[in-house]
């Protein structure tokens, strides 16, 4: 066998051509290595960033979760734009062209996801999710039961919440109240609210103690009540980090879509906060369909996930009042189709909408309801109008929270708004506004029922409407009183006017308080037969009395200095 000799060896390492040869090599090699060592330092900074933004966002890892898909192109766009630093150093771009592509066919998904889900091709599926039935005016709660009546509205449970709040300094100081639900709370409807951390400092100061109490609202008698606990919460949605219930939940639950997370309080006064998970049962993202919930103690972080059929009857709000409405609208709109819906309109109804005003007076309108309590569940009801948005219902709809039952009973006559004006011209001279109403039966006549407020929003009177006429209005200082007289007015045996006058004959005075004075201007104005006597103090505030009330007012002269009992508004003087 012939060797290649030494000086062979050096010969060829000196011809030119071997030493182009082996620059390409060594060229490629080097390009292979960094290639390598891109893919690594691109990989490590994408699961980098990929853990942080999935520690902040919190995604559901679920593909019919249209958040996953938006954070794997974001994931993506963060991944790109390392290789291409990187890649540009390297000067290998043809890399570059299979993320672009990977990039191009999540984002076409996504969106094809998104089209395929659009009612537009899924009208039927989108009115039978959920189911219907007929109901009748016997399933209107009766008003035998005035203490099932839920009337307040939450910017009333608001301010007596924060009074009652406002009264403990401790508390105060460091925490707000925070969402008011309404629920069935030892078969009485309440309104209850938990307090949250007033934001990041207050809650790096409290967390390890947690949060003390919760704030319960009576809407029937108004009064409101903290409760104080001696096991804190530890685990909500004011927290931060990983104390956060939300991101509390998603680790346990990586995979699960939830929503609704909001506070609620068993029979026997313990907090919890549930969360409503569901999927989406039309193509990728249409079609949300509630499948059970999540119980969370927010005391040690416990939870347990259950089906629909396995909630605790103490748990109120699994279908939330919102997502019924919306999915009542799709039954009533699109069970002849989508083109029915939008041309035709041909047997298309929809829930009702109330107007509302800013503080700018600018008006807007969107789709309230209120509440039952019935069988120890919540019920929502709201009307149901036709599509061309006038003033009066063909009927209601009831639906439970906790299990989505809902009711449609057929009967005419005015809508929401419209039995609110009723009950506010009634009272205009007062200038109250009506909350949304309830829904009761009185005598088997449809009625609503509702609280009206001043411009503090304290409630002052209340109000039952005729639905059918909604002339016929009766309005009193308290719910029993106003349904009393609603009663007689229904029998004939008063008219609508004297109804009324004797309601105003009489003023409610449980919530005057004691008032000095000075007198600046005494004036008489007689008002639908009756002399009111007006005092204008030196503070330019104004009260008013029936004269025959405060007939010892004749020996007090402008510049006297009183003492009167008042509301703000109506005044005794003794």
């Known amino acids: 066998m012939y060797k290649i000799r030494g000086d062979e060896i050096m010969n060829i390492q000196k011809n030119p051509q071997f030493n182009q040869f082996s620059r390409m090599k060594l060229h490629q090699e080097n390009l292979k290595n960094n290639t390598v060592m891109s893919y690594v330092i691109g990989i490590v900074i994408t699961l980098v960033v990929a853990c942080?933004?999935?520690?902040?966002?919190?995604?559901?890892?679920?593909?019919?979760?249209?958040?996953?898909w938006v954070f794997l192109l974001g994931v993506g766009a963060v991944y790109l734009i390392v290789q291409a630093l990187v890649f540009s150093v390297c000067k290998e771009k043809e890399n570059l062209k299979k993320i672009v592509l990977v990039e191009c066919i999540l984002f076409v998904c996504m969106v094809l996801g998104s089209i395929t889900s659009m009612r537009l091709f899924h009208?039927?599926?989108?009115?039978?999710?959920?189911?219907?039935?007929?109901?009748?005016?016997?399933?209107?709660?009766?008003?035998?039961?005035?203490?099932?009546i839920a009337l307040m509205d939450t910017a009333s449970a608001e301010k007596l919440g924060d009074r009652k709040i406002g009264s403990l300094s401790d508390v105060v100081s460091q925490f707000n109240v925070g969402e008011y639900m309404q629920i069935d709370y030892q078969n009485s409807p309440i309104k209850v609210a938990p307090l949250q951390y007033d934001g990041f400092f207050k809650w790096f100061g409290n967390h390890e103690n947690g949060i003390p109490g919760y704030v319960k609202v009576n809407p029937v008698t108004m009064d409101a009540e903290y409760v104080s606990m001696t096991s804190k919460m530890k685990y909500v949605p004011s927290a931060y980090f990983?104390?956060?219930?939300?991101?509390?939940?998603?680790?346990?639950?990586?995979?699960?879509?939830?929503?609704?997370?909001?506070?609620?309080?068993?029979e026997e006064g313990n907090p919890w906060y549930i969360a409503s998970t569901y999927t989406n049962s039309i193509s990728l993202f249409g079609g949300k369909k509630i499948?059970?919930?999540?119980?969370?103690?927010?005391?040690?972080?416990?939870?347990?996930?259950?089906?629909?059929?396995?909630?605790?009857?103490?748990?109120?709000i699994i279908y939330p009042g919102n997502l019924i409405v919306d999915q009542y609208n799709d039954f009533a709109k699109l069970h002849r189709?989508?083109?029915?819906?939008?041309?035709?309109?041909?047997?298309?109804?929809?829930?009702?909408?109330?107007?509302?005003?800013?503080?700018?007076?600018?008006?807007?309108?969107?789709?309230?309801?209120?509440?039952?309590?019935?069988d120890g569940d919540i019920w929502i009801y709201t009307g149901v109008t036709s599509v061309n948005g006038d003033s009066s219902n063909i009927g209601f709809i009831m639906a439970n929270e906790r299990t989505s039952e809902t009711k449609f009973i057929l009967s005419s006559g005015a809508d929401e708004g419209s039995g609110m004006h009723s009950a506010e011209g009634e009272v205009q001279e007062k200038g109250y506004h009506a909350s949304f109403p309830s829904l009761i039966n009185v005598d088997g006549t449809p009625t609503y029922i509702m609280v009206l407020k001043d411009d503090n929003g304290l409630v002052k009177m209340y109000a039952c409407v005729n639905v059918e006429q909604y002339n016929m209005?009766?309005?009193?200082?308290?719910?029993?009183?106003?349904?009393?007289?609603?009663?007689?007015?229904?029998?004939?045996?008063?008219?609508t006017e004297q109804a009324n006058q004797e309601v105003n004959d009489t003023v409610d005075t449980s919530n005057y308080k004691e008032k000095e004075i000075t007198v600046a201007k005494l004036e008489k104005i007689d008002i639908s037969g009756n002399t009111y006597l007006y005092i204008i103090d030196t503070d330019q505030n104004i009260y008013k009395a029936k004269y025959a009330d405060v007939i010892k007012m004749i020996t007090v002269n402008v510049g006297d200095k009183i003492t009167i009992k008042t509301d703000g508004t109506y005044y005794l003087y003794e």
């Open 123 to 148: 009208a039927k599926k989108y009115s039978s999710i959920l189911k219907v039935d007929e109901g009748s005016t016997e399933d209107i709660p009766s008003v035998s039961g005035t203490s099932s």
């Open 337 to 374: 189709g989508f083109l029915n819906s939008i041309f035709g309109q041909i047997d298309c109804r929809q829930t009702t909408t109330v107007e509302i005003k800013n503080e700018d007076g600018d008006k807007s309108y969107r789709t309230d309801y209120g509440y039952i309590a019935k």
């Open 473 to 495: 209005v009766v309005t009193a200082y308290n719910q029993k009183d106003a349904i009393e007289q609603y009663r007689r007015l229904l029998k004939g045996e008063i008219s």
């Open 242 to 266: 990983n104390e956060n219930l939300e991101r509390h939940i998603r680790f346990t639950y990586p995979t699960t879509m939830f929503t609704n997370l909001h506070f609620e309080i068993d």
């Open 52 to 68: 942080v933004g999935f520690y902040f966002f919190l995604p559901a890892i679920n593909l019919k979760s249209i958040q996953f």
């Open 291 to 316: 499948t059970g919930a999540i119980l969370v103690n927010p005391i040690d972080g416990t939870m347990t996930k259950l089906d629909v059929k396995d909630v605790p009857r103490w748990a109120d």
